[in-house]
């Protein structure tokens, strides 16, 4: 049998043209341990439109004039071409996750033969996906694909800042963008474990989205005395860790800068160099890719940024926590872990550019999922 | 016996006025513990600044028209005072160390009578300092109080960076204002471990400094090239740890995204996410009170940076280690961890207007040290 299947490429060549195509691919016999999937279900994510569209200018986006295949073509402005000059010229598969139904198995995982399974690991926005049997999930009995498309990112990415919040000593949570899937999630699991959370969100619609799961310190960065709220919300919870989606401008800097405000109020001396409280910022997305400003002067010396990702800290975690969080996430797929879409799209819809602007857009609440066998 | 002493204070008010006095003080005898220290040497360090002056504007100084004892007075803009609103209203003695001779000592304490030795704590811009015994270091035979009034600062936050590097796992360094004492120092003692540094200066005459000592990679910030020099040296040490005493502006982050360049130079696939090597940047001062920019989107997700504090790194790090590096200095007083002072000033001259200016430029190679018996 000889499978053939459509996979999404992104490619940004020298002058900064960047196209995003469909290429008909021959999806070789699996291995011993390696099965292929038919993929049902595959989210859009924002770590998927970073590598899908790099830093093109989305309104520049046009149809190429003759084309093989579904295609599409964008600029990439000229000063942001040094910033990813690693990837000038290859073409790169997209699709961190998604879930689908086993259609073809090695000799040493026959038992996955039809089963319907979760998978992460790349080029997964395809029509199927050859991968080792032992990187796959098998879904739950009565969850469907759509169900067990985000099973990794999102799910484990919310269970990490809380195994990284208690491993690093921290008793409280601070969250921005705390609206999103992930949001929600992260909001779930403090409840069910006793963590205080404080979400920073940027309207009073997603104020209400958090109210609603439970959330009790919600705060709209866009009030007036937001700063006021953040610092009372520190105080009454003692939280000490942030983790940022935005990234860029002074949000983290605010947050660090209020936690250090909340730390010197309960200080009986003045010292110069802050308060000895240990403050963390980890930002792990770019929603605002301007620069980072730390306004470092109003929070001391006891203070800690950096990046965060998903998979080099389950590298660091180890085997042992890894598997509990997947263990978690499978227990509770369909409850903490469930994720909303909003719109369905085949792979080929995902090339149309009003389609493109509207997931590209990220708007609150908005969540796509690709579904490949719709066309 | 009843001892009297000037000591300085530095005093913030309610309406932004600074004021610089010295206060003639009773020092009460030693307790049990306890000696009493003629202060015959202390240097001014960019952290003692930092409390005698806060954020006050310097070109403000004025004498005020009528005073008990010598006295100046200077403004702190309106906007800068909520940076510093717990220091206001206190008399803050000011000086972290010195050395000088011990001229009283409690009844536990006897064997120190008539020693010279070096101390840190604060209060030290004094005639006197009463202070627990084990809390001095006798310096070695034939010392100065010159030669130990440096003793504490700059030698243990030198040797805490190496110790910091290693600890982390990183195998060469990156220094910026590197002409400084402790930059001096900091490359003698690479130099004598083989670990590779990188001094980053801001003059072909601290440049000069460094090569004269022995240090392979100077480079001048304010060449065309920096970036690219920097790029180059990164490569050929393989630093992946920076201590910048600068802070604020872009440096901080163009070192990190220097680094980023050099490890995606041995890269062969792409990844969006950035290379995989961890990137740790420490703010241990604050040349520039700037905000830092991190242009983080050049420099991946792997990236940490934090604020870099001598006693808090001592805590952490244990008294073993303390200890040990503690032995060190004393061992090395006169090579390693010479200092170098262009000017000596008695107390009440540090109160001089022109003096106080001059010492407060922090220009390259002028340190001044205080003799308090000087008048």
Same mark, same amino acid.
């Given at each position: 049998m000889t499978l053939t299947g459509r996979e999404m490429r992104s490619t940004i060549d020298a002058d900064g043209v960047l196209t995003l195509t469909l290429e008909e691919m021959t999806i070789?016999?699996?291995?011993?341990?390696?099965?292929?999937?038919?993929?049902?279900?595959?989210?859009?994510?924002?770590?998927?439109l970073g590598l899908m569209f790099g830093p093109a200018d989305i309104s520049s986006v046009t149809l190429p004039v003759t084309s093989a295949g579904p295609?599409?073509?964008?600029?990439?402005?000229?000063?942001?071409?040094?910033?990813?000059?690693?990837?000038?010229?290859?073409?790169?598969?997209?699709g961190n996750e998604g879930a689908g139904t086993v259609v073809a198995t090695g000799r040493n995982a026959r038992e996955l033969e039809g089963k319907r399974v979760g998978m992460v690991g790349g080029s997964i926005y395809a029509d199927y996906r050859r991968i080792a049997a032992k990187e796959v999930i098998v879904l739950p009995e009565g969850a469907t694909a759509a169900d067990g498309a985000s099973m990794f990112v999102n799910p484990l990415t919310a269970l990490g800042f809380v195994e990284?919040?208690?491993?690093?000593?921290h008793t409280a949570i601070v969250h921005t963008a705390a609206a999103s899937n992930l949001g929600q999630m992260l909001q779930k699991i403090c409840l069910a474990d006793g963590i205080p959370l404080i979400d920073i969100v940027r309207s009073e619609t997603q104020k209400q989205i958090l109210r609603d799961?439970? #959330?009790?310190? +919600?705060? !709209?960065?866009?009030?007036?005395? =937001?700063?006021?709220?953040?610092?009372?919300? $520190?105080?009454?919870?003692?939280?000490?860790?942030?983790?940022?989606?935005?990234?860029?401008?002074?949000?983290?800097?605010d947050i660090l800068s209020s936690m250090e405000r909340a730390a010197v109020s309960t200080m009986t001396e003045y010292s110069r160099y802050g308060s000895d409280k240990s403050?963390?910022?980890?930002?792990?997305?770019?929603?605002?890719? #301007?620069?980072? +400003?730390? !306004?470092?002067?109003?929070?001391? =010396?006891?203070?800690?940024?950096?990046?965060? $990702?998903?998979?080099?800290?389950?590298?660091?975690?180890?085997?042992?926590?890894?598997?509990?969080?997947?263990?978690?996430?499978?227990?509770?797929?369909?409850?903490?872990f469930a994720s909303k879409y909003t719109r369905v799209i085949g792979l080929a819809e995902a090339l149309q550019p009003d389609v493109l602007r509207a997931y590209e857009r990220k708007a609150t609440g908005e969540k796509f999922l690709i579904d490949p066998t719709l066309s």
């Open positions: 070789g016999d699996p291995g011993d341990d390696e099965i292929i999937v038919r993929v049902e279900a595959a989210p859009i994510n924002p770590s998927d295609a599409i073509k964008m600029s990439v402005p000229r000063e942001r071409l040094a910033a990813i000059r690693g990837r000038i010229g290859q073409s790169l598969p997209i990284t919040a208690r491993s690093e000593g799961i439970g #959330a009790t310190h +919600v705060i !709209n960065s866009k009030d007036d005395d =937001f700063r006021l709220q953040l610092v009372q919300a $520190l105080k009454e919870t003692g939280a000490t860790i942030a983790f940022d989606a935005i990234g860029g401008g002074t949000l983290g800097s403050k963390q910022l980890y930002i792990y997305g770019a929603l605002d890719p #301007a620069p980072a +400003v730390f !306004n470092r002067l109003a929070f001391g =010396f006891q203070w800690n940024a950096g990046g965060w $990702l998903l998979f080099p800290y389950l590298r660091r975690a180890g085997e042992q926590v890894a598997t509990r969080l997947r263990k978690r996430v499978i227990d509770e797929l369909t409850t903490t």
